[in-house]
């Protein structure tokens, strides 16, 4: 049974930092591309960053770029999001996915699996 699980979310104020992590279980770890997706409420999930099977190439949204760190350990099978610099309308639900693939992709619809979700709330 494949488990996304993430951790690390809370409340912090604007300008402070938080890092997500996502255990994952029941996979071939080194065979997917895992990605960091967000919902705000009452707006649909957007991407926020992706990290291929190596660890090697990364992709960052716009509103998150130089201030978001994606990685990935492995050995631990895990991928982090270190936030940095955060902004009120950093505010969501933070969901883990896995793609099988080797490479990154912003798409939702090409994840094959996701976590429950952590709450990032950031005050202002």
């Known amino acids: 049974q494949v488990q996304l699980v993430e951790s690390g979310g809370g409340l912090v104020q604007a300008g402070g930092s938080l890092r997500l992590s996502c255990a994952a279980s029941?996979?071939?770890?080194?065979?997917?591309?895992m990605g960091w997706f967000r919902q705000a409420s009452g707006k649909e999930r957007e991407f926020v960053a992706a990290?291929?099977?190596?660890?090697?190439?990364?992709f960052y949204a716009d509103s998150v770029k130089g201030r978001f760190t994606i990685s990935r350990d492995i050995v631990k099978n895990t991928v982090d999001l270190q936030m940095n610099s955060l902004k009120p309308e950093d505010t969501a639900v933070y969901y883990c996915?896995?793609?099988?693939?080797?490479?990154?992709?912003?798409?939702?619809?090409?994840?094959?699996?996701w976590g429950q979700g952590t709450q990032v709330t950031v005050s202002s």
């Open positions: 996915a896995a793609h099988m693939n080797f490479g990154v992709t912003t798409s939702p619809r090409e994840y094959d699996y």
């Open positions: 029941g996979l071939p770890f080194r065979r997917y591309a």
């Open positions: 990290i291929d099977w190596l660890g090697d190439r990364t």
